[in-house]
């Protein structure tokens, strides 16, 4: 039971109160100044995974590659279409691959790629926008028109139409990656549930880049998503070699090319002169005619390599035989 205070010891308090002696609410006082405080620190979220990946997570000269593709993407569809199509490369990042499926287009297309003999392969997404329009393009549409964009997953039909274009990805990423690595690449099966496909956990590591695809007024978007794991393997030969430069395989050829051209055995011929006769004329040589050939008897000879006169020499005599001594090139 608690202890009551007598008249006098509540007098004495209420004292000490008015005079200060006691202060009322000592922590009231201080929580502001600690919210303040607080409020004036800076909060920032620490990934440790993401620190310790941060620089597994880039691939040097991986853009130009991606450059390379989206030039060959844009003339397969071109070719398709039988239209101008562009397609450029816009953003790279690199997110989880769970998270990545969760932000996908509610009713577009995701295309599963294999890339032999790498593993996990990738993805190819269309969003809406660029899945109907390329659906009514096949179909017969012009591109002068108006888009319609229903708000509902393709059918089996109209994914098995637009499933061609989605497959012309392979052969183009298969070009692209060539300088890097020797690809066999296929389409796998096209969904329109991002919940149906599962090509790595859901931690792990995407390398994802957004492409712009333009057909006069149609502009859509098509991501292309890799997972590290695939790309892992690629990263030294990414690093080591200059892309669009002669690497070492390259030299050594052109130094093989250049020994064999060395060993090639050519025609070489020496000219005084050249005159144009009729046939009649020819018919009519007899012993002792003179033909002129219209050059100073000291006028250097014509050298020539396989018809092509590259040299000016003297005539004369080397072991009791006719040489002839350089003078200078053409």
Sequence with gaps: MERILSKEEIAELLAAVQDGEIETDPEGDEQPAKVAAAAQKSVSRLDLLRMQNSGRGRFQNIDILLDMFARNYGMSLTNRLQTSVSVKRADMETEEYESFLNKAPKNGLIG???????????????????????LEMMLGGTTGGKFTIFDRMMTAIEINVVKGIIADTCPDLQKAFAPVEKLECSLVRVEVNPRMVSIVPPDA???ITTFSVTVDNLKGKMTLAIPHTTLDPLREKLKERTLGTPGRRETLWAQRIGEEVGETSVTVSAHLGDVELMVREILNFEVGDIIDLGCDPNSPLKIFVEDKHKFLALPGLQSSHKAVRIKGKV
Excluded: C, N, Y
């Design 112 to 134: 599963v790629i294999r890339m032999d003999p790498l593993k996990a392969g990738g993805l190819v997404l269309f969003d809406e926008q660029l899945s109907f329009s390329m």
């Design 205 to 207: 590591a995407l390398h």
